[in-house]
């Protein structure tokens, strides 16, 4: 990837050898490998056990989380914020997993409705939830730096599964907890 950059940088009709450009492809390369570095993961690995048994079956929200992910498009970042509800069915999971789940999913090359998507399956399918919410919010460098540069406007995008996508209350219950 270090030889990537490089040639990239030449290409631009940089000079390589100048001082402030003589690391850059290396850095380059590793901040590339550590905005992707969800493909290093797996979800067996992320939640490290870190399943609880309750007999809690009222609805569990995670706001806010914050992430940083890039677009499949143009490799550029998209930044927001995922909002993560679920109701447990006989256990809940470690709360710092959840986080670490939207980021195993973010730190990839991404549209933002298949990662919403993906999160949402993952927490699914580690929890056995009864039903999964998830509302991400972002706004997308691609839309804003280049393109039709437009500066304020943010993509909302969501995935209800099982009581959250069958149950219009429990569905509502949870939109109105994240806003
Ligand atoms: N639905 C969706 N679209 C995205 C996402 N990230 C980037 N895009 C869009 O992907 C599209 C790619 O369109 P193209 O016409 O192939 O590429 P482009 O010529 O660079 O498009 P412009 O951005 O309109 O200049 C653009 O409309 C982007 O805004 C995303 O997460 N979800
Ligand atoms: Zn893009």
């Not at 550590?34 to 399943?51: K, S």
């Not at 989380?65 to 550029?76: G, R």
């Not at 509302?135 to 406007?153: F, L, P, T």
Request: glycine share 8%; charged share 25%.
């Amino acid at each position: 990837m270090e030889k990537e950059f490089a040639s990239i940088i030449q290409q631009l009709g940089e000079d390589l050898t100048r001082e402030g450009l003589v690391d850059t492809p290396k850095r380059a390369a590793k901040a590339m490998q550590f905005l992707t570095r969800g493909y290093e993961q797996n979800l067996d690995e992320v939640i490290n056990g870190a399943l609880f048994p309750t007999d809690n079956s009222e609805m569990v929200i995670v706001k806010d989380i914050e992430l940083y992910s890039m677009c499949e498009h143009h490799m550029l970042p998209f930044i927001g914020k995922c909002h993560v509800g679920y109701i447990p069915k006989g256990q809940v999971i470690g709360l710092s997993k959840i986080a670490r789940i939207v980021d195993m999913f973010a730190r990839r090359l991404q549209i933002q409705e298949n990662m919403t998507k993906q999160i949402a399956d993952a927490i699914m399918q580690a929890t056995g939830a009864d039903g999964v919410g998830v509302v991400i919010e972002a706004q997308h460098m691609c839309m804003m730096m280049r393109g039709v540069e437009k500066q304020n406007s943010s993509m909302k995008t969501s995935m209800m599964l099982g009581s959250f996508r069958k149950s219009q209350s429990t569905r509502g219950e949870f939109l109105s907890l994240i806003n």
